[in-house]
C-alpha cells in the first residue's frame, strides 16, 4: 500500500492540502469550511448549500450551472453540510477529468478552480442580499428533508438518542436546523450568514490527482481571492464523564422497535488508546464476525441487525439495534452482556486478528477513492493529529487483548434510547 503525503502549505486564508497521486483518472478539489457548531446560526448554516448550488453571479440558474460543468467534460459537483465533533463543516466538492486522459488543451484544473471560487465568491444576489424566492423555496426544501427523518426510523431514533445524551453539549445540536428557525431566515439574514462563513470559518482546500504541488499552489494564488479576516479554530470536544444511566422511552406506531445504546469513551482521534478504540468497537459491534451480531442477531435471534459504531471527534460510541417491541429487556440485558465480555478480557485470538484485518482493509478501501483520501485526511486537522496511513496501520497491528481489555472498561453506558410500538414491549423504560 503507497504512503499518501499530505503536502500542506499554510496560506494566510486557508491551509492547501496537495495530496499527489497517480491512480486516478480525475482531479479532486474541496473546500472545507469549519466552524465551532452554534445553535443560533446551524439553521442557516444547514440552507446554505441548498442555495448556493441553485446559481451564482455569471450561471444565475441551477441549468447554466450544470451547463457549465457539462462544458467541463462532465465535472461533478456538490456542496453538502455535516457535523465532525463540535464543528460544523460546509464542503464544496469537484470531481474533474484530468487532461492527460482527453484530447484537450485546455487547463482544465485551472477552470474548476475558477468554477469554485464563483461558487463561492459569486453567489447569485439581488440588491446585497439571496433571492427571496429562491431562500424560500430552498427553506421549503430543508423543511422536507427536515420532517423526513421521523420516518427513518433508524436516523430517528439516533437523533433522538444524541438530544437526550448530550442536551447541555454543543454536539447535541442538530446539523440539519431546526424548523423553528426557519421563519426568521430571509434573503438578508442568510447573507450574512454566508459572510461570516467566508470570512471567519477556518477553510481548508485539498487537491488530490496527478497534480504538481508549485502549479497548484501558484493557481490558487493566482485565482481563488476572498475576502477574509480572522479566521476560527476547530475547536476540540468537551468530554463529559458517564452520569447515572439514564433510559428514554417514546411510542410511535411501528412494528420494528429501535434500541440504541450511547457510551462515553473519554477517546478521541489524537489519544493514544484510539487504535485499541477501533479494535474494540470491531469486535463489540462494528463488523459481520463481532459479539453483538453473533451473539445477539444470530444465536439468540433477538434482533433484526446490532452493530456499533464511534464518534472520532466525540468520544463517544452508539450500539444499534432492531428488535421485537417484546424483546427489549432480553436484547438490552444480551448487549449489556457482550460489553461485559471484553471487559473480563473474553477475546479469542481469531477475533482479534479478524478484527484488525477488517479494519485495515476498510482503511484501503475508504482510501481507494479521491473523496476518501480527503475525507482521512481532513479527520487529522479536526482530530489534531499528523499520521500517515501506514502509521496507522501499524498501530492497529500493534493493539493487544490488554489494550481492548482496558479500552473496554473504559467505555461507560450513559444513555439508552428505545422507540418502540404504541401497545408497548418496555414497561420499566
Request: include cysteine; charged fraction near 30%; hydrophobic fraction near 35%.
Amino acid at each position: 500500500m503507497n504512503t499518501l503525503v499530505d503536502n500542506q502549505i499554510d496560506h494566510q486564508d486557508y491551509q492547501l492540502h496537495m495530496i499527489p497521486t497517480t491512480k486516478f483518472k480525475t482531479n479532486t478539489i474541496a473546500l472545507k469550511f469549519a466552524r465551532p457548531i452554534e445553535r443560533d446560526t446551524i439553521t442557516s448554516r444547514a440552507l446554505l448549500p441548498f442555495v448556493l448550488q441553485k446559481g451564482t453571479k455569471n450561471f444565475p440558474s441551477e441549468r447554466e450551472l450544470r451547463l457549465e460543468l457539462d462544458r467541463l467534460y462532465g465535472a461533478k459537483f456538490s456542496i453538502n453540510g455535516a457535523k465532525k465533533g463540535e464543528n460544523h463543516i460546509i464542503t464544496l466538492t469537484l470531481d474533474l477529468p484530468n487532461e492527460k486522459f482527453i484530447d484537450v488543451e485546455n487547463d482544465l484544473l485551472k477552470q474548476g478552480v475558477q468554477f469554485l471560487h464563483e461558487v463561492v465568491a459569486n453567489p447569485k444576489l439581488i440588491d446585497q442580499a439571496f433571492d427571496p424566492d429562491l431562500v424560500a423555496k430552498e427553506k421549503e426544501t430543508l423543511e422536507n428533508k427536515i420532517n423526513s427523518i421521523v420516518d427513518e426510523k433508524m436516523q430517528y431514533a439516533n437523533m433522538r438518542l444524541v438530544d437526550e445524551m448530550c442536551q447541555d453539549e454543543s454536539f447535541g445540536i442538530r446539523s440539519h436546523g431546526y424548523i423553528d428557525d426557519l421563519d426568521s431566515i430571509d434573503g438578508t439574514t442568510l447573507y450574512d450568514t454566508y459572510q461570516d462563513m467566508i470570512q471567519h470559518d477556518r477553510l481548508d482546500i485539498y487537491v488530490v490527482g496527478d497534480i504538481e504541488g508549485e502549479v497548484v499552489q501558484q493557481l490558487f494564488e493566482s485565482e481563488f481571492k476572498l475576502e477574509r479576516q480572522n479566521p476560527v479554530e476547530i475547536k476540540e470536544a468537551d468530554q463529559v464523564e458517564a452520569g447515572q444511566l439514564n433510559t428514554i422511552s417514546e411510542a410511535q406506531k411501528v412494528q420494528q422497535a429501535k434500541l440504541h445504546f450511547g457510551y462515553r469513551t473519554q477517546i478521541t482521534y489524537r489519544d493514544e488508546n484510539y487504535p485499541a478504540l477501533q479494535v474494540f468497537n470491531g469486535i463489540f459491534g462494528g463488523f459481520p464476525h463481532s459479539k453483538l451480531f453473533l451473539n445477539v442477531r444470530e444465536k439468540h435471534s433477538l434482533a433484526y441487525y446490532a452493530a456499533s459504531r464511534f464518534e472520532s471527534h466525540k468520544g463517544l460510541l452508539f450500539v444499534f439495534s432492531g428488535i421485537a417491541p417484546e424483546k427489549y429487556e432480553e436484547a438490552k440485558d444480551i448487549i449489556m452482556k457482550q460489553h461485559e465480555s471484553i471487559q473480563e478480557g473474553n477475546i479469542s485470538d481469531d477475533e482479534l486478528e479478524q478484527t484488525k484485518k477488517a479494519i485495515i482493509h476498510s482503511l484501503k478501501e475508504t482510501l481507494d477513492g479521491s473523496r476518501g483520501i480527503i475525507d482521512w485526511h481532513y479527520q487529522q486537522v479536526v482530530g489534531g493529529k499528523q499520521q500517515t496511513n501506514q502509521d496507522v496501520i501499524d498501530a492497529i497491528q500493534e493493539v493487544t487483548k490488554d489494550d481492548v481489555k482496558k479500552v473496554a472498561n473504559l467505555v461507560a453506558l450513559d444513555t439508552i434510547y428505545l422507540l418502540t410500538s404504541e401497545d408497548g414491549g418496555a414497561q420499566d423504560a
